[in-house]
C-alpha cells in the first residue's frame, strides 16, 4: 500500500506528524509511506528514520521568490506545480494522509489522484465537510483561536483515524549531559541567554557530574557566540544528526523551543519547557510523561501566533526567574516531588490520561485540575460516538474521572458554584443571542449607527457581565473572539458573533450537563464505583 | 516581515488572482484553475493575515 504524507507545516509540526505516521506505520504495516515536504525543512531528512521510504520535496522558497518577483512570469510557477502534480500522480498512491491541514495542501491534494484520501481535502476545487467527528471538531477549534482541550497531535491523529498513544515506557536516563537549548524560532518565546547562563552556573554548582551543554543551531552562531556562559559549559552548534545523538545521552533537556522539545519528547528525554509568548502548552506541550512547563500568569500568556509581542517588555520573560527554574531542576534531577514556590507562575507535569495527553497543574486548586479534565473526557466522550453506548453513562471517560480523582476531596460547594456559573453564562448568551437578532434585522436595514451602537452595548455589557460574574473566560472565550476581532461589514460583525453564541452554548451545556451528572456520581459514589468496576 | 516585501506579496497576490479570472473566464473550472488557485493560497500563507502562521521559518 503506497501512501503519500503531506506536512507541509514548520519543522516542529514535522517532527509531530512523525510521532503519527509512525503511530500510522504501527496500524498499517504493510505501508510505503512517502512524505511530502517543505525545501526548508530537508535538513531533518537524515534524522526522519526507517519509516518514510522517500522523501519528495515541496519547493515552497523557489515558488514564493518567483511570486514575488515581478519580472519572473507566474507561468514559471504554474509550470513547476505541474511538474509536482505530475511527479505525485505518477506513483500512483493508494492513500493520500493530509497532515498539515490547511487551504494550500488541501487545494493540492484535490490534485492528486488516489482512492483514499484522509483529513481536510477538497474535491474539484470545492471543499468537502470532514469523514468524522475528531475531523469538524480539529477543524473548528484548531484552525481558530480557540482554547483546545487537547494536544495539538492527539486533535490531528484522530481527525485522521490514526490511533495515537503516549509513550508509557517511562523516562529515559542519559547519564551524561544537562542540556540547555537558549534560542527559539521567536524573540518573544525566548528566555534570555543571561537567564540560561546563570541557570548552568547555579545547576553546576549542584550536578558537578554532568556535563552542561548549551544547545543551538549552527545558522545561530553569531547570536550564541556574543554571549558568555561559564566556565565549562560546552556549546554545540548541532546538526539535526548531532542533536540525536547528544540527547540519546541526555538526563534533561531545558528548553523553550518546542521542535527541539518535540523531538526530545519523542526519545522520551526529561524535560523542562519554559513556556512564553504564543507557546501554549495545552496545545503543543511536550507529549513526554512525566516532563513539566512552567508558563508564566500574565494575562496576555498565550499570545497570538502571528505577531510580535506588544508589550514594552516581554512581561513573560520577565516573570519566570532563574531560581524559579533552578529548584524545579533540582526536583526533577533528584527525582522528588516538587511545590511550587512562585505563585505567580503556572507549573505542569505532563501525564497520560486514557492514551491522551493532560497536563496536571502542581499546586492548583483539585476543582480546576477536575475541570480540565472534564472538558477533555467530556470532548473524548462525544467525538469518539461513546454516547450511542448503553451504561455505563459516561463509559470509560466518567471511569477515568472517578479512577484518577479523589472526589471526596472537592466539596459540593465548589462544584454547584461552577454549575450556577455555567447556568448564569447560559441565560447571559441567550439575551446576547436575542441582541444580536436584532442587529440581524437593523443590517437589513443597512442602518450603520445603530448597528455600531448595539456593538458598543454589547461589548460594555460583556466587560460588565464577565467582571460581575467572574466566569472563567474559556469558557466564553469564543464570544470574546468574535466582539474582539476586525469585521469588515457589520453583517459579518453579527454573523460571526451568533455563530460564536451557538457554538460558545454548546460548549458550555456540554459541561453543565457533565458536572451535574459528576455531582450526582459524587453523591451515590459506593453505587456506582462498584456498578463501574462490574463493567470494566 | 517588511513592508517591501508585504506589499510585494500582495502584488502577486493581484496578479495571481487576475490569472485566475482569466482562466476561468476563458476555459470555465480546470485542474489548471486549481494549481493557480495553490498558488495563491501559498502567497497568502506569506502575508500576515488569517492564514499566515502556516509560513515556514528557518531551521537547522
Known amino acids: 500500500m503506497k501512501v503519500l504524507a503531506v506536512s507541509l507545516l514548520r519543522i516542529g509540526d514535522l517532527l509531530m506528524h512523525m510521532e503519527a505516521l509512525r503511530a500510522y506505520l504501527h496500524e498499517n504495516p504493510s505501508a510505503e509511506i512517502h512524505l ?16 518514510v521510504q522517500k522523501v ?7 515558488l514564493q521568490e518567483i511570486l514575488v518577483e515581478q519580472n519572473r512570469s507566474l507561468w514559471a510557477a504554474f509550470r513547476q506545480t505541474q511538474a509536482l502534480v505530475t511527479q505525485l500522480n505518477n506513483e500512483k498512491y493508494d492513500v493520500v494522509l493530509n497532515l498539515t491541514h490547511n487551504l494550500l495542501s488541501a487545494r493540492l491534494i484535490d490534485l492528486i489522484q488516489a482512492p483514499i484520501k484522509k483529513g481536510a481535502y477538497f474535491v474539484n476545487g470545492k471543499a468537502r465537510p470532514a469523514d468524522c467527528q475528531w475531523g469538524v471538531y480539529f477543524n473548528d477549534i484548531h484552525s481558530g483561536a ?12 484522530r481527525s485522521l483515524d490514526i490511533g495515537l498513544t503516549m509513550n508509557q515506557n517511562g523516562q529515559a536516563r542519559g547519564s551524561r549531559y544537562i542540556c ?24 553546576k554548582e549542584f550536578y558537578p557530574e554532568y556535563t552542561f551543554v548549551v544547545l543551538a543551531a549552527p545558522f545561530e552562531k553569531d547570536i550564541v557566540q556574543s554571549k558568555d556562559f561559564p566556565a565549562g559549559v560546552e556549546v554545540r552548534y548541532a546538526t539535526w544528526v548531532e542533536l540525536v545523538k547528544i540527547l540519546q545521552d541526555t538526563r534533561l533537556l531545558i528548553t523553550g523551543d518546542t521542535s527541539v522539545q518535540h523531538l526530545a519528547a519523542q526519545m522520551n528525554v526529561q524535560m523542562l519547557s519554559l513556556f512564553m509568548g504564543s507557546a501554549n502548552v495545552t496545545k503543543t506541550g511536550p507529549r513526554s510523561v512525566q516532563s513539566y512547563v512552567v508558563t508564566p500568569s500574565v494575562s496576555c500568556y498565550p499570545c497570538s501566533h502571528h505577531q510580535s509581542c506588544p508589550q514594552s517588555t516581554l512581561k513573560c520573560e520577565n516573570q519566570i526567574q532563574v531560581h524559579d527554574v533552578v529548584s524545579l531542576a533540582k526536583a526533577m534531577l ?109 443590517c437589513f436595514r443597512e442602518n450603520n449607527d445603530q448597528i ?73 459514589r459506593g453505587s456506582y464505583v462498584s456498578r463501574a468496576r462490574e463493567l470494566s | 516581515m517588511s513592508q517591501e516585501l508585504e506589499s510585494y506579496l500582495k502584488l502577486a497576490l493581484l496578479r495571481l488572482e487576475k490569472a485566475y ?40
Open chain 1, 180 to 203: 540547555l537549548q537558549v534560542l527559539t524560532s521567536d524573540a518573544k518565546k525566548n528566555w534570555s541567554m543571561n537567564k540560561f547562563s546563570q541557570l548552568a552556573a547555579e545547576l
Open chain 1, 334 to 442: 533528584n527525582d522528588q516531588a516538587y511545590l511550587p514556590q512562585n505563585q505567580n507562575l503556572h507549573y505542569y507535569q505532563v501525564q497520560n490520561r486514557n492514551n491522551f495527553y493532560f497536563i496536571q497543574g502542581l499546586g492548583e486548586e483539585k476543582m480546576t485540575t477536575l475541570e480540565r479534565e472534564i472538558k477533555q473526557i467530556t470532548w473524548q466522550f462525544y467525538l469518539d460516538h461513546e454516547y450511542e453506548n448503553p451504561i455505563p453513562p459516561y463509559g470509560t471517560a466518567i471511569r477515568t474521572i472517578m479512577q484518577n480523582t479523589d472526589l471526596d476531596e472537592i466539596s459540593d460547594a465548589s462544584m454547584n458554584l461552577k454549575i450556577e456559573q455555567f447556568e448564569t453564562a447560559l441565560m447571559w448568551l441567550e439575551s446576547l443571542d436575542e441582541a444580536a437578532q436584532k442587529s440581524v434585522r437593523l
Open chain 1, 36 to 51: 511530502l515536504l517543505n525545501d526548508s525543512s530537508m535538513s531533518l531528512r537524515s534524522i526522519l528514520g526507517e519509516s
Open chain 1, 146 to 157: 480557540h482554547q483546545a482541550p487537547f494536544h495539538y497531535l492527539d486533535g490531528l491523529a
Open chain 1, 56 to 62: 519528495i520535496v515541496f519547493p515552497r522558497k523557489e
Open chain 1, 452 to 524: 455600531s451602537e448595539i456593538q458598543r452595548k454589547i461589548l460594555e455589557t460583556y466587560k460588565q457581565f464577565t467582571t460581575a460574574n467572574r466566569i472563567d473566560h474559556e469558557y466564553i472565550q469564543v464570544i470574546h473572539n468574535a466582539l474582539t476581532e476586525q469585521h469588515k461589514t457589520a453583517f459579518g460583525f453579527i454573523r460571526k458573533l451568533k455563530s460564536s453564541i451557538k457554538e460558545g452554548m454548546q460548549l458550555i451545556q456540554i459541561d453543565l450537563k457533565i458536572t451535574k451528572d459528576l455531582l450526582n456520581a459524587k453523591k451515590e
Open chain 2, 21 to 60: 479570472e482569466e482562466v476561468v473566464k476563458t476555459q470555465g473550472y480546470t485542474r489548471d484553475t486549481e494549481k493557480l488557485k495553490m498558488l495563491l493560497e501559498l502567497t497568502r500563507e506569506q502575508v500576515p493575515n488569517e492564514n499566515s502562521r502556516h509560513s515556514a521559518s528557518q531551521t537547522r
